[in-house]
């Protein structure tokens, strides 16, 4: 090599270099990099093909193309495939090359598709950072079919500093990517915390905080995926600046087992297109859900009993950064926290109702209670004087209605106390609801199949439920005994309230007294994801039963 040409090439790689680190946007620097290498060497034309690892090519570059690649927005860049890709795909292109010639060329020649400036050959070299394969430089002039060692050997030195240099800014935009996430997952906690104060339960709180992921980030798509029950349905989606609710319908069996591997795995994971697709649409076409490209999955470390909950995001065509992964994963434990204060201000909530109940209790029990029993016992006193005279007075028969209505409001109040504050349920639902029935002049027999605990909103639930059904014994069946059964298994429990007195219970109504208590107790039973049934006939009585799903985690 001849010092002036050796001169030469040290004046291109310095000149190479000082571009590279001109700009950190990649498409400006290689538009750059390409013209200035083509003005040093004396070629005409070139383009840079990026090539990710499931071999999918894109023309990012190009410089001076022939009016033949040029044609419907170059579409012989775009599409197709020619030996060199090829060849990188395959792992067969290690150091830069002569191409014998060139297949989209050969195209535009048998196909006419335009003046290809007498070019029919190019040099490829591969683009790479240590080990990682990026992409081709090609690079050609007009009848050039031919590159020396030294050409080839200039270009493999350009091509290395290419190949750093876009290492080095995938790393810039990597950091600058986190950067920007985690300073929104601080504005998006500060909203999360004002949001859970507008939320009544953790229903509202899912399409809430999917809105908000919206709001605050650049994913294409949020969504929440719930499971209960061993169903898995998607809660709530959010894209397009559009909050959907998804709920109607359960995932296919291929999705499930998808939701299965990501709660599995305790820490976010990566989702394929057709995992995405299979998930949102399932296997239907759907417009608002086109074109779903790689998403990430991270499960809710926190979860409402017997149900799951997992925080999923769509990402761009750039794919999944080590930093969506880490902010998704911190984002999961935010909502979880935000999941844990809603619990604990239900649950003072509850405490605050159950105080307020008990306080009025106390109230009607020092009051009202009283006045009724001094009502009984002076209408009874007064009875007694006017049976005493010779004559049967007239007011003695409005004396004992009066006796008999008081007593009988007394025993309503006391029941109505009862139901206030649960006494009782410290020894059990079965002990509480006999104890209960024995108030009330019934004869209560309870037996009970399987052992497990109740979670308190459950056994309140019964406890109510089971009040009821006892009431309605005492005032319609027309006998004073009745059977309560608890079943309990891994899945449910069943109460079960039997009597065999006359039957002809209505269906839950809101137009009587009796029909309403029956409402209540069917509203009581699906608040909680169960179901109350009533079976009644004049010859067999009355069957309440009341069937609520119990929580794997009280197992």
Known sequence: MSEEL????MVTLKTIAETLNTSNDLSLMLDTVVSKLLELTGLTAGWVFLINERGDYTCVSDYNLPPALLREDKEPMR??????VNRFKDGRLNHAVNIINCKRLENAVEFKWGDTHNITHHATVPLRSGDKMLG???VAAPAKDHFSDSELALLQGVAYQIGSAMERMRLYRAEQRRADLYAKLGEFSTD?????????NSDALSVKVVKLLGQHYDWPLTAMIQQKNDVYTVQAAYTGGIVQTLSSASLSIEAANHMNRV??????VSLSAIEMNEIFTRGEPDKTMDSLVSG????????TPGETRILMIRLGTSGPTRADFEVLEALAEHITASWESLKLAENRRELARLEERNRLARDLHDSVNQILFSLSLTAKGVESMLSGSEQLHPAVEAMKDIRS????ALKEMRALIMQLRPAGLEEGLLQALQEYGTSQGLQVVVNRTGMRSLPRNIEEALWRIGQEALN??????GVRSAEVTLKLSDYEAMLTVTDKGKGGANKPKSSSGSSLGLSIMKERAESLGGRLEIVSSSRKGTTVTAVIPLPFEAV
């Open 6 to 9: 050796g001169m030469q090439e």
């Open 79 to 84: 599409t197709g495939t020619c030996w060199c």
């Open 136 to 138: 081709l430089l090609n």
């Open 192 to 200: 999360l915390g004002l949001a859970v104060n507008e939320c009544s």
């Open 263 to 268: 709660i599995n795995s305790h820490r976010a």
């Open 296 to 303: 990430i999955a991270a499960p809710l470390p926190y979860h």
């Open 405 to 408: 209505l008081s007593q009988e």
């Open 472 to 477: 309605n014994v005492r005032k319609h069946a």
